[in-house]
């Protein structure tokens, strides 16, 4: 399960114009039984040194998880 | 806002309490130490027990929070209970009182991961928050390591030790 999410990961990425998505992001295109598992995904793409993630305050003043494609 | 320098002082029962000052928040990290070193000589010269810590708090302007009035489910003995692991296998606890209740599954009391709020929380700790600069500012544990995983995200219940 957490390689599928990761490849959805990896196909947002690689879809985005900055090679940036979010966490919020992540929820609106897989199924809701998988949210809970996004940030284990996230964990193993960042041990693969495919991606990297952190929290930024974005221009509308939230908080939001950033993952980042690592070139 | 200032920086409050908090010393911690243990009698021979083995209660301990604090004496706080504060002073601005302009000075140089070392320059802070060293008042701070210079102050807890100061105290220790007048008390009786022993000086157990000497820290260093930040206080932080929290104007621009949301959040200004307490609901009615709010209660600060409803703890969520985080705990993560660092490179050297250390444990780093964070107890966040008065989680909302939303984000607990009720059947198991785990807190939900797969909410972006939490989220935010969790991967603070393991990858930091970017501020001015590009820079990220990444939590640590006392001593330096770094925080790099989650052992455990669930809500507790404990007394605040607070009644009004």
Redo the contacts between chains.
Sequence with gaps: MLEEILEVVKTELDNSENGKTTFSHLKTVLPESRHGRILDALRIGRSQGVLKKYVTKLEDGSMETVIEKVS | MAIEIITEVEDRAGKRATSSVFILDTFLRAQVELFALQWSQIIDDIILGVIRSVTAILHVDISALTNNTPTASSDVEEVGAFEFVTTDGNRVKCNVPGINELLVNNDTGQI??????I??L???F?????VTGGI?IHPTDIGSDDIV??LLAEERFRNSGRRR
């Design positions: 939900d991961t797969g909410q972006t709020a989220s935010n969790i991967s603070m393991e990858d930091g928050i970017s990220l995983g989650t």
